[in-house]
């Protein structure tokens, strides 16, 4: 059942994935995208990560790609269509690319899995931590301890961004 | 066989699939007699009738505004974009009506195969289910708007877009003094949580509660914040080219966006289907059910009954419909507000409120927590204590010397700008 459901889940993210490269239009190849977001989604609570689950529709769903939505409303890139990859040798280079890329991720995902797999205990501590703590707490537990100087870090620099953009849309062009 | 064990395996299924096929009928049917409600409560604020010959008190216009909304003639934009013109109403329609899955309705029911939760489904991150969903719910609102090819409807669709990110913002930060004090994010949690403090949430968490309250009438595109409509300036906005069952789509999104936002709040601060009293309590705590702890912790047994089922299922619903109901008296009695005063009440003033509040509840949890005061009515009292004073703060500076200090202000003849509305 599990597995069904991954394949599933696999395939709307693939899809959505190509159709965002594939679409003609923008507003679809922003619906591909949101489709795709939501496959991993899916995928995420598949894997007992609920709370990842929330966070990515609840962010890049629901927040950031409404935010694209209204700058491509806006820009209004409605019909006038132009390839952007010309030739035949891009698209190859491309291929190669993204092929070799995700060669390299596989070789690298099979070794960690086998790890996590061959560790019968992996998936009991996952559970225990999960009654512990709650959803949210597996999540929150160790980014305030364990983690909390880089996390406060990524705060202050999200921070320092948000002033930038301020100021730049500030200055007088 | 222990019948105060949840029920598991085929009667499970069973019982899942009866809630699920009950919830989306009641959901429906709620939906169809808020409208009515709407026309009714609306009609009597303005010293009218209402809608009340199609039988009993008007009682079956609403069945009759279905049927006629779905054999009406449909009109198709020329310049629209067919597809998505199609998708958007739908987009609208599904969130709207999914959220209600993870909202506990009623004590648990003790049934011969075991005890069933009254409950679609009590997934482990509850609210944020609601929140990611609901976030979800402008894409109809945008992308219908935009596929209509019409100034209006596309000007409605940016405006619902940048409202709904501007209030999620304040949604979220005043939801988590709620999630704070319960310290998990299951409704069922949330409400077992007000059961043992013997308070609901809406007296220690008042700010929160007020906070919450506006944001969500603003995240329902409900009045005074139904910018994405705003009939007086776009026409109707979103929806101007739709016609029939799919203008029809549109309205019943909103009305079941409207009864979620409506559940959820009762839930979240009025103790959702909790009854004063502990004989109601039951929540699953190491695998059984229990209704509170003795003096020395150790947890007391719950027996569930039909008859508590029933109390505690009209107490959910009395609690919704007076939600509903609010929503409905605010419509008829504020004017909207310009789209300006919107963003700045979103960002400048409820966002900010929200976060400082949020600073406040905090530190005194700690603080209780550190002085070694259990969870319990004095916990509560304390909090009710601080949260009434930052209330009264945010009241008078949301006032500065408007209304409440207004009538003298008038006297001396000096009428200061709003707030609000300030550049």
């Given amino acids: ?173 | 066989m222990d019948l105060a064990q949840p029920v598991s395996g085929i009667p499970f299924l069973i019982t899942s699939t009866i809630k699920v096929a009950v919830m989306f009928g009641v959901v429906f049917l709620a939906v169809t007699y808020a409208t009515l409600a709407e026309r009714r409560v609306s009609a009597f604020i303005q010293d009218r009738l209402g809608p009340n010959r199609v039988g009993p008190f008007g009682l079956l216009q609403p069945i009759a505004d279905g049927l006629k909304n779905l054999l009406k003639e449909e009109s198709f934009p020329n310049s629209a974009s067919r597809f998505y013109f199609v998708l958007g109403p739908m987009l609208a329609m599904t969130p709207a009506l999914v959220t209600f899955a993870v909202i506990p309705f009623a004590a648990p029911l003790p049934t011969s195969w075991g005890v069933v939760d009254m409950i679609v489904a009590d997934v482990p991150i509850g609210v944020l289910y609601i929140l990611a969903l609901s976030s979800l719910a402008v894409y109809g609102i945008v992308i219908g708007g935009w596929a209509s090819n019409n100034k209006y409807a596309f000007l409605g669709g940016l405006r619902a877009s940048a409202q709904m990110v501007s209030y999620e913002v304040a949604l979220g930060l005043s939801l988590i003094v709620v999630l704070m004090l319960t310290g998990n994010v299951t409704l069922t949690e949330v409400v077992w949580k007000q059961q043992q403090l013997g308070l609901w949430y809406a007296f220690p968490l008042s700010l929160g509660f007020i906070l919450f309250v506006i944001s969500a009438f603003a995240e329902t595109n409900r009045l005074p914040f139904d910018m994405p409509e705003a009939e007086s300036e776009l026409i109707t906005g979103f929806h101007t080219e739709y016609s029939a069952i799919k203008f029809s789509m549109f309205f019943i999104a909103e009305y079941a966006h409207m009864i979620t936002a409506s559940a959820l709040m009762a839930t979240l601060f009025l103790g959702g289907w909790d009854l004063p009293g502990t004989w109601d309590n039951a929540f699953w705590y190491g695998g059984s059910l229990i209704s509170g702890f003795d003096a020395q912790g150790s947890p007391i047994m719950a027996t569930p009954a039909l008859w508590k089922t029933l109390l505690t299922f009209a107490s959910f619903v009395a609690k919704t419909g007076f939600f509903v109901l609010l929503y409905i008296w605010v419509r008829w009695t504020l004017p909207r507000f310009r789209y300006d005063q919107v963003m700045h009440l979103g960002w400048k003033i409820l966002l900010p409120s929200a976060l400082a509040y949020m600073m406040i509840v905090a530190s005194t949890i700690l603080i209780l927590d550190q002085i070694g005061i259990i969870y319990g009515f004095t916990y509560g009292l304390v909090l009710t204590a601080v949260s009434i004073l930052c209330t009264l703060a945010f009241v008078f500076y949301l006032d500065r010397g408007r209304i409440i200090e207004g009538a003298a202000v008038q006297k001396n003849g000096v009428i200061k700008k709003n707030p609000v509305a300030g550049n």
Avoid at chain 1, 55 to 83: E, P
Avoid at chain 1, 129 to 140: F, K, Q, R, S, T
């Fill in chain 1, 1 to 173: 059942m599990v597995e069904i459901l991954f394949y599933v889940f696999a395939a709307i993210v693939l899809g959505g994935a190509l159709g965002v490269v594939m679409g003609r239009n923008p507003i679809t190849s922003l619906m591909f995208m949101v489709t795709s977001l939501a496959g991993i989604s899916g995928i995420f609570v598949l894997l007992g990560a609920h709370f990842l689950a929330a966070i990515q529709i609840m962010v890049y769903a629901g927040a950031i790609m409404v935010l694209f939505l209204f700058v491509i409303m806006l820009l209004n890139l409605g019909h006038d269509y132009q390839r952007a990859v010309r030739g035949w040798g891009i698209v190859v280079l491309g291929f190669a690319v993204t092929g070799s890329l995700g060669g390299l991720l596989a070789k690298q995902l099979k070794v960690g899995s086998q790890e996590f797999y061959n560790n019968p205990e992996a998936g009991m501590v996952i559970d225990a931590d999960l009654l512990e703590h709650g959803a949210v707490g597996v999540i929150a537990h160790p980014l305030f301890t364990d983690y909390v100087v880089a996390f406060e870090l990524t705060g202050i620099l999200l921070f320092v961004t948000i002033v930038g953009a301020i100021a730049l849309a500030k200055k007088r062009v």
